[in-house]
């Protein structure tokens, strides 16, 4: 099982940056874990935004050049951090984990709560 919580969200203008964090715990993690956002606009189907392991990390062609995507190994912790915000970023973001690869969906098993990213225009 593993754990994950979010911070980081909340209401912005257009062209404004955030950084969302996400720390994970449990028997289940591992360092060589994959750690990834994905998103959920109102209407739409979830999408993967970024995703980071030992083997690289992947980043969506919408948030490529905006969004960067790092981590802390020793304290179990991803960054999503989001420059030049557009109103169509607005989704609840939600961490993920699992066995990967990043560039794949389905290769996150375990979700936190999700945060929600608002951006006016």
């Known amino acids: 099982q593993v754990q994950l919580a979010e911070s980081g969200g909340g209401l912005v203008q257009a062209g404004d940056s955030l950084r969302l964090s996400c720390t994970a715990s449990?028997?289940?993690?591992?360092?060589?874990?994959?750690m990834g956002w994905i998103r959920q606009a109102p209407g739409k189907e979830r999408a993967l935004v970024a995703g980071?392991?030992?083997?690289?990390?992947y980043y969506a062609d919408s948030v490529k050049g905006r969004f960067t995507i790092s981590r802390d190994n020793a304290n179990n912790t991803a960054y999503l951090q989001m420059n030049n915000l557009k109103p169509e970023d607005t989704a609840v973001y939600y961490c993920?984990?699992?066995?990967?690869?990043?560039?794949w969906g389905k290769g996150y098993t375990s979700w936190g709560q999700g945060t929600q990213v608002t951006v006016s225009s």
């Open positions: 980071i392991s030992w083997r690289g990390t």
């Open positions: 993920a984990a699992g066995p990967g690869p990043v560039n």
């Open positions: 449990g028997r289940a993690f591992s360092r060589t874990s994959a």
